[in-house]
């Protein structure tokens, strides 16, 4: 009885082998002609690797959720991080300028004093008069008090 048998079992082997085989080729024929040709199914996969790349996702794609939410994490710090320091940047650029703008007024402002100055310094000059009261005030000491003798 096992030897009528094995050709038997053989021929089932087979038989399952090639449905299987079959089953397989009709599945890829029908899965080429959804995903379209070769040439847009590499075309598509090249897309979609540029578009990974681009994102930063291919390299902790297997990543455990753990790692992933630490890197959200660290993405949302350095956002932080650069809003803060950009704040800065805008409050320190706003200080310069108005130190520049302080700056041309203060040297415009000691220039008209040289011109004042320059202007004034003929005058005084020729009456003598500020001269003398610059001399006088200069050799009395300001911590005496001018004495009034009273008259009897």
Known sequence: MGSAAAPFVAF???????????????????????????????????VEMDRKDSRGDRRLKDAPPDVLRWQVEMHETARD?????????????????LAEVKLRELK???????????????????????????ASTSHTDSATVPTVEASE
Do not use: Y
Request: aromatic share 2%; proline share 3%; with cysteine.
């Open 12 to 46: 089932a082997f087979a038989l399952i082998v090639l449905i299987w085989v079959m089953l397989r080729v009709i599945q890829r024929s029908m899965n080429r002609r959804r995903d379209g040709t070769p040439q847009q199914q590499v075309d598509k996969v090249k």
């Open 108 to 134: 415009s402002e000691i220039q008209r004093l040289e011109q004042l100055q320059v202007s004034l310094a003929p005058a005084v000059h020729s009456t003598g008069k500020l001269d003398s009261d610059l």
């Open 81 to 97: 991080l650069m809003a803060e320091l950009n704040t800065k940047i805008a409050i320190v650029n706003s200080a310069c300028r």
